[in-house]
T-cell receptor, first 111, second 116 residues
Framework: GNSVTQMEGPVTLSEEAFLTINCTYT??????LFWYVQYPGEGLQLLLK?????DKGSNKGFEATYRKETTSFHLEKGSVQVSDSAVYFC??????????FGSGTRLLVRP | DVKVTQSSRYLVKRTGEKVFLECVQD?????MFWYRQDPGLGLRLIYF???????EKGDIPEGYSVSREKKERFSLILESASTNQTSMYLC???????????????FGPGTRLTVT
């Protein structure tokens, strides 16, 4: 069945460091891929998305490229800020408008 | 902007109580979802609804039921709360369409439920 695997956290970085959060997926067909972010005390909000192979989603300095050959959608940011501290979820689309989520990766950025 | 609201941010209930969690969305979305979020497990789908009075079980429906009498409102019901239902509950909605981007789900702020 369809599934998403994320790297375990927490990921702890200093401000201005480079961020990579790995996400790989298993799916039949051609799903859309998403990264959601959850700030402390809040619900999830969409960070970026990609709907087909080789698409690059980007938002707020974050990027992720839909790699069909490696079934990956890794999240990257060149220079993280303290305000990026949050939990990040990778997700893929499934039939009936459902999403399948990874287990989430907590990011902590220290000043 | 799409707005999804949930009736409570924090809720404390006793074992055996009947618990209602309410979710309302203001964008006329057909699809609505209830998830629970637990550390290390991510989001797990409890139930979803693709139309008024229509519902389908998700991955973990046991101990829960739902109600959708109006398009904008989707309720999650814990018939007899148990301590293992202590969790964060998230509601989401999404419109119907054929574009992949319409799989984007809009989430409410969550209800942190503690069952003692």
């Amino acid at each position: 069945g369809n599934s998403v695997t994320q790297m375990e956290g927490p990921v702890t970085l200093s401000e201005e460091a480079f961020l990579t959060i790995n996400c790989t997926y298993t799916a039949t067909g051609y799903p859309s891929l998403f990264w959601y972010v959850q700030y402390p005390g809040e619900g999830l909000q969409l960070l970026l998305k990609a709907t087909k192979a080789d698409d690059k989603g980007s938002n707020k300095g974050f990027e992720a490229t839909y790699r069909k050959e490696t079934t990956s959608f890794h999240l990257e940011k060149g220079s993280v800020q303290v305000s990026d501290s949050a939990v990040y979820f990778c997700a893929l689309s499934a039939p009936s408008y459902k999403l399948i989520f990874g287990s989430g990766t907590r990011l902590l950025v220290r000043p | 902007d799409v707005k999804v609201t949930q009736s409570s941010r924090y809720l404390v209930k006793r074992t055996g109580e009947k618990v209602f969690l309410e979710c309302v969305q203001d964008m006329d979305h057909e699809n609505m979802f209830w998830y629970r979020q637990d550390p290390g497990l991510g989001l797990r789908l409890i139930y979803f609804s693709y139309d008024v009075k229509m519902k389908e079980k998700g991955d973990i429906p046991e101990g829960y039921s739902v109600s959708r009498e109006k398009k904008e409102r989707f309720s999650l019901i814990l018939e007899s709360a148990s301590t293992n239902q202590t969790s964060m509950y998230l509601c989401a909605s999404t419109p119907v369409g054929t574009s992949g981007s319409l799989y984007e789900q809009y989430f409410g702020p969550g209800t942190r439920l503690t069952v003692t």
